[in-house]
């Protein structure tokens, strides 16, 4: 923790919103694989002045750094800073030779609370930093965003390792105390960037020749990125901005842009075929968002230490006031019914809900799964005390994620994990549930029956079906003649279950951190 947590429903100490309910901050995400080269010493070119956050990745950060510093990561946090000397450094965080890095405003600093970093190592079988992924969350008042950073799998036909790292960074690193949704369905926003290694299957001489005729959609055809995304094996339900600019790797490092193309000449001496090895993909929550600015996903020539030129992307990110309970006692009820869950495993599963505006998450009762398809019970949210604005309401989201109670070691987690011989040994496996899916819920329109779909992924980021039902956000009347809230008895059973559940996942904690403990 950088920050510390502060409490639902306090407003900051001093006001971002001022008279407005929402405010557009500009959000600049960039990435750059230094290649162990020390770097220019002005870094404008890249780092374009004028935004409100600033959200810096960098891989292969290790060189000679200047006199003044005993390290090349203090001398590159010094570097970010004198290019932008008017942003306030909130957060850092270092994997090996890799950093991510955290900057805003000084009005934005304010209201940044609860900033969490870890990291997923991935290199020889996760033992070794030099690949792998870091991650960043923060909260600008109750709108919650995630920076990842990655250097996954190098070489060209690396394609299956680059999706299974990515797979375990996401599964991998923990930010919060709900170890059963994935780092990507927590977060209002993931912005995720980095030496991703995907390649274009191509000859070098043809995919040179087409650079040269600044045919990027006919690149695109054969990019490796483009393609498991299609095929649904990784980076499922990012988004990224058009292609647009020459492929980032591999120049000739220390080479400048030719004056009259104004494209880096790639390293014949390697042979590699020229890629879009660094991106910038994000995720956004249903009704949530973000905007990319146009022109503004390119890449940084001008900054040519490196074999690989920078990227970066302009968003326009909006941000809700943050609501105040201080003074307010009243509560809303949130309804979830006609619940058909689809593309399951075999086996009983319950559907737990919860958001960050609730008094304590909810279960289900348990449903057996028959062709994939189960059909569950009505879950009722009730909403913290305070939180009485329907209207509010609407501008938010309820997690899900639906549950398998038995075959723990099944799970993708265990599959792929080397050490699950010994935690069934040990009955360690038995505190696990099986997340068969994740996804999110918006409350946008709820202020009367609202049909929803909500996609499903797995722990790994995978789809894995989807969650149809029924949404309502109510006031708690004094008597329920219409059935809106509709206590059966069904209902109070699974509420009795819920709490039995929820003070379990009060004694839950990350995977990673019960491995530890095993070790």
């Known amino acids: 923790h950088y920050r510390r947590t502060k409490t639902f429903g306090h407003r900051p100490e001093k006001e971002l919103w001022s008279k407005n309910d929402k405010v557009q901050l500009r959000m600049f995400a960039g990435s750059w694989n230094m ?24 891989e292969e950060c290790y060189y000679t750094p200047r006199p003044e510093y005993d390290c090349c990561r203090d001398d590159w946090c010094n570097l970010v800073q004198e290019a932008l000397p008017s942003s306030v450094m909130i957060a850092r965080h270092d994997m090996g030779h890799c950093q991510i890095l955290l900057l805003t405003s000084a009005r934005v600093s304010a209201c940044i609370h609860t900033v969490v970093a870890s990291h997923e190592e991935t290199g020889l079988g996760g033992l070794y930093s030099n690949k792998g992924g870091l991650a960043l969350s923060f909260y600008i008042g109750d709108t919650g965003l995630c920076f990842v950073g990655s250097h996954l799998a190098a070489h060209q036909g690396n394609v299956q390792r680059r999706n299974l790292d990515t797979a375990h960074i996401i599964e991998g690193i923990c930010l919060t105390n709900d170890s ?44 490796q990125l483009l393609k498991v995304q299609s095929e649904g094996t990784a ?16 120049h000739t490092a220390g080479e400048p842009p030719d004056p009259q193309t104004g494209l880096r000449r790639y ?16 995720r956004s929550f249903p009704d949530a968002e973000l905007q990319l600015e146009a022109g503004s996903y390119t890449s940084c020539p001008e900054v040519c230490t490196s074999d690989h030129s920078p990227v970066s992307a302009i968003f326009r990110c909006p941000v809700m006031r943050p609501f105040n309970t201080a ?16 593309g399951l495993q075999p086996g009983e599963h319950h559907i737990s809900c919860r958001a960050q505006f609730c008094e304590e998450s909810k279960h289900t009762a348990n449903a057996m799964c028959k062709d994939g398809k189960a059909n569950f019970h009505s879950v009722i949210l009730k909403t913290k005390p305070g939180v009485c604005s329907i209207k509010w309401l609407q501008t938010r989201h309820i997690l899900i994620a639906i549950c398998k109670v038995d075959d723990a070691l099944e799970s993708a987690h265990m599959r792929s994990h080397p050490v699950s011989t010994i935690m069934a040994l040990t009955g360690l496996a038995e505190q696990f549930e099986e997340t068969d899916g994740c996804g999110v819920v918006s409350l946008l329109g709820a202020d009367k029956p609202k049909e929803f779909t909500a996609s499903l992924s797995n722990s790994l980021g995978v789809p894995a079906g989807s969650l149809h039902g029924e949404i309502q956000v109510c006031a708690p009347p004094a008597h329920d003649p219409d059935g809106i809230l509709n206590f059966t008895a069904a209902s109070a059973q699974s509420f009795a279950n819920a709490r039995e559940l929820a003070a379990d996942d009060a004694q839950r904690c990350c995977l990673n951190f019960k491995m530890m403990s095993l070790v």
């Not at 990012?238 to 292609?243: A, K, M, S």
């Not at 390293?267 to 994000?282: F, G, I, N, Q, Y």
């Open 35 to 58: 290649g162990n080269e020390v770097p220019p010493s002005k870094l404008q070119d890249w780092l374009k002045p004028g935004c409100d956050i600033y959200l810096i990745a960098v």
């Open 180 to 223: 059963q949704r994935p780092l990507t369905n927590q977060f209002m926003h993931v912005i995720w960037v980095g030496d991703l290694n995907y390649r274009i299957d191509l000859e070098p001489e043809e995919c040179e020749r087409l650079i040269h005729e600044r045919a990027w959609e006919e690149l695109q055809q054969h990019d």
């Open 235 to 250: 980076f499922c339900n990012f988004r990224e901005g058009v292609l647009s600019f020459p492929p980032t790797y591999q």
């Open 267 to 282: 390293d014949a001496r390697k042979a590699r075929v020229p890629s879009w090895t660094d991106r910038v993909l994000w």
């Open 327 to 342: 003074g307010k006692t009243g509560q809303l009820f949130i309804r979830l019914s006609n619940l058909m869950a689809t």
